[in-house]
Structure formats: structure tokens, C-alpha cells
């Protein structure tokens, strides 16, 4: 069974950062990576995109502030968070396209003073 588990999350104050782990079953390497979020009440967007070689994409509101990586060797996508937002607080979940993949569970970000 393939499985994404994201790790990483936390309380950050305004202005923190924090990285993100997501350590996949299977190999990642052929595959894009995304990173999305859902805050309360909001749907399921997407923050950022890594392509099979590497090229990465963000949305307009991390963009600057967010960073996509992946380590293939190790079958596992980050994002690098920095000067964050009150409204960056959701849960961030990844997910490996055409991979058969489930969602995973998340992992809770919560930026606030």
C-alpha cells in the first residue's frame, strides 16, 4: 500500500518558519510533487509544485516566502516555509501525481502570536 506521511508542523509565531516533510512509500522521482492546504472552512488549494526534473511552481500568495525541494534518494518532498503568515495556518497535506496514492493525514500549521 502506498502511503504519504507529512510531518513537520507546528505553532510558529509571525515572521517563523518551519520545513515540512513528506516521506512517500514509493518512489517519488518520476512523479510531480504538490504541496496543498486547507484551512477551516476553506477548500483544498494548491501552494506548490515540483516537476519530475525539478522544475517548481508556486501559488501567488506563498510565492517568495514558500520552497518546494525533494530528496529522491530518500523518496521524501519538503516545503521550507518562511515569514509566515497568520493566514498561512492550515493543514498541509502532499501528494505525489499518476503515483496511486492516497491523501495522507496532514500536518497542522498554526501561525499565531
Known amino acids: 500500500q502506498v502511503q504519504l506521511v507529512e510531518s513537520g508542523g507546528g505553532l510558529v509565531h509571525p515572521g517563523g518558519s518551519l520545513r515540512l516533510s513528506c516521506a512517500a512509500s514509493?518512489?517519488?522521482?518520476?512523479?510531480?510533487g504538490d504541496w496543498y492546504r486547507q484551512a477551516p472552512g476553506k477548500q483544498r488549494e494548491l501552494v506548490a509544485t515540483?516537476?519530475?526534473?525539478?522544475?517548481?511552481g508556486y501559488a501567488d500568495s506563498v510565492k517568495g516566502r514558500f520552497t518546494i525541494s525533494r530528496d529522491i534518494t530518500k523518496n521524501t518532498l519538503y516545503l521550507q516555509m518562511s515569514s509566515l503568515k497568520p493566514e498561512d495556518t492550515a493543514v498541509y497535506y502532499c501528494m505525489v501525481r499518476g503515483a496511486a496514492y492516497d491523501w495522507g493525514q496532514g500536518t497542522q500549521v498554526t501561525v499565531a502570536s
Open positions: 514509493g518512489s517519488i522521482g518520476a512523479y510531480i
Open positions: 515540483i516537476s519530475s526534473r525539478g522544475t517548481t
